[in-house]
C-alpha cells in the first residue's frame, strides 16, 4: 500500500470518531440540551444526512478540481464544524454543525477513496478500503470510547474539542504527506460519471449498503442506554464496551479486507447473515450483561468484515466513475445511519423498549441479504453471457483463419 493510503486511514479516523462518538454521549447531551434521548438520536440521523447529500454533491463540485487541495479544504471545514459544534448552545446550533461536518465529512470520503483506489491495482481494491476503514475501525476502538470518557469526566463538549484537535493533526498530514496527484490529461465529465446509475447492479449495491448498514447501527445508536437501562451496566460500562466493539471492527475489517478480492459474494453474505443473528442475539439476552458485553465485540466483527466488500463491489460495477463510485458508496452507507437511528427512535417512542431496536436491526439485514442474492444471481447470468460472446466470437475467428 502506498504510504498516502495510510494517511488517508489516519485522517479517516478523525472523521470516525465524530461519525460514531454521538452513540456514548447520547444521554448527557439529552440532558443538557433538555430533550429526549430518541431526540437527542436523530443528531446521528443529522450527520447522516449531511452524508448522503454531501457525498455525491461534493463529489460532483469537485470533479475537475486537484485532489490534494479538495482533501485539504475539506478536512479544514469539518474540523472548524467540531468547534462549532463544542460552542453551541442549543440543540438547533448543534444539529446544523453536525450537517455542515458531515456535508465536509463526507466529500473527504468520496474524493480519498477514489485516491486510495486510483494508486492501487484492481485486485487490491478492497486492500486499499481496508486501510481506510481501518482508520473508521481505529476511531471506534479508541476515539469513540474516549469520547464517552471525556463525555463523562469533562462534559460531551470536551469530545468535540478533542475531536477538532484530532482533525489539526489530519489536516498536518494531508499537507505535508499527501502527493500531489496531477490532474489526468482527459477531464472527467459529469455526464459520463453520472452514466453509472443506468446499472440496477449499482443500485443493487446501493440497497444491499444502506440496508446492511442500517441494520447495525439501529441498535448500536442505542447501545449506551441499552447496557445502562436494560443490562444494568454502570455508566462506566459503556467506554469499555465500545472500544470491544471497536475491536471487533479492527478484526473484522482485516479479515474482510484479505478475503473480499478473492471471495466478495462470499464475504457479503457470511457478514450479514452473521450480524443478523447476533442482532437477533442482543435482543433474546439484552438483560444479561455478559451476553451483551460479548455480542457487542462480535456485532463489530460481522459489520466491518462485510465493509471492505460494500465498498470494493461499488467501485467494480461503477468502475468507470470513480469519484461518484466512492461518493455513492458514503452516501449509501449514511442512508443506512439515517435510517437505522431513525428506525430505533420510532421503536423507542412506541415504548418497545431499547432491545427492540436489535429486533429491528436484525429485520433490516435479513432483507439486506435478499438483495445480495439477486445481485449474486444478475452477477452469475451476465458472467454466463459474456462468457458465450468470448466463446462465440472466438469460434468467429477461427472460422474466418481456416476461410
Not at 462518538?21 to 436523530?42: F, H, K, T
Not at 439515517?338 to 436484525?362: E, K, N
Amino acid at each position: 500500500m502506498p504510504l498516502a493510503v495510510y494517511i488517508l486511514g489516519l485522517s479517516v479516523f478523525a472523521l470516525g470518531t465524530s461519525e460514531f462518538m454521538l452513540s456514548g454521549l447520547l444521554p448527557p447531551i439529552a440532558e443538557d440540551m433538555d430533550v429526549s434521548i430518541p431526540r437527542a438520536g436523530l443528531l446521528i440521523s443529522a450527520f447522516a444526512i449531511g452524508m448522503v447529500v454531501g457525498a455525491p454533491l461534493l463529489a460532483v463540485a469537485t470533479l475537475r478540481l486537484p485532489r490534494k487541495t479538495t482533501l485539504v479544504a475539506l478536512i479544514s471545514v469539518f474540523g472548524l464544524g467540531q468547534v462549532a459544534g463544542a460552542l453551541a448552545t442549543s440543540y438547533e446550533v448543534l444539529f446544523v454543525s453536525r450537517v455542515v461536518s458531515a456535508l465536509a465529512c463526507a466529500g473527504f470520503w468520496a474524493v480519498g477513496a477514489a485516491v486510495a483506489i486510483a494508486m492501487v491495482p484492481v485486485t487490491s481494491r478492497a486492500r486499499a478500503m481496508a486501510v481506510m476503514i481501518g482508520g473508521l475501525s481505529i476511531a471506534n476502538v479508541l476515539g469513540v470510547p474516549a469520547g464517552a470518557f471525556l463525555g463523562e469526566h469533562l462534559g460531551w463538549r470536551s469530545a468535540f474539542w478533542a475531536v477538532g484537535a484530532a482533525s489539526a493533526v489530519a489536516l498536518v498530514g494531508v499537507v505535508t504527506l499527501i502527493p500531489r496527484i496531477p490532474v489526468p490529461e482527459r477531464r472527467p465529465r459529469l455526464k459520463g460519471e453520472l452514466a453509472i446509475y443506468r446499472d440496477r447492479q449499482v443500485w443493487l449495491s446501493i440497497v444491499v449498503t444502506a440496508l446492511a448498514a442500517g441494520g447495525v447501527f439501529c441498535a448500536f445508536s442505542y447501545l449506551a442506554p441499552l447496557l445502562t437501562d436494560v443490562a444494568g451496566l454502570a455508566d462506566g460500562w459503556v467506554p469499555t464496551v465500545l472500544a470491544l466493539f471497536g475491536v471487533g471492527a479492527l478484526i473484522g475489517t482485516t479479515i474482510g479486507g484479505r478475503v473480499a478480492d478473492a471471495h466478495l459474494f462470499g464475504v457479503l453474505l457470511s457478514g450479514i447473515t452473521a450480524s443478523t443473528v447476533l442482532l437477533a442475539a442482543l435482543a433474546l439476552f439484552a438483560s444479561s450483561p455478559a451476553a451483551v458485553i460479548v455480542l457487542s465485540l462480535l456485532l463489530g466483527v460481522s459489520a466491518f468484515y462485510t465493509a471492505p466488500a460494500l465498498n470494493a463491489r461499488m467501485f467494480n460495477v461503477a468502475g468507470a466513475a470513480p469519484t461518484l463510485a466512492g461518493a455513492t458508496t458514503t452516501a449509501a452507507f449514511n442512508l443506512g445511519n439515517t435510517g437505522g437511528p431513525w428506525l430505533g427512535g420510532t421503536v423507542i417512542d412506541a415504548d418497545l423498549g431499547y432491545a427492540a431496536t436489535a429486533w429491528a436491526g436484525a429485520a433490516m439485514t435479513l432483507v439486506a441479504i435478499g438483495f445480495v442474492a439477486v445481485s449474486l444471481r444478475l452477477h452469475s447470468r451476465s458472467r454466463i453471457v459474456a462468457g458465450s460472446l468470448t466463446a462465440g466470437s472466438a469460434s468467429a475467428e477461427r472460422s474466418r483463419q481456416r476461410a
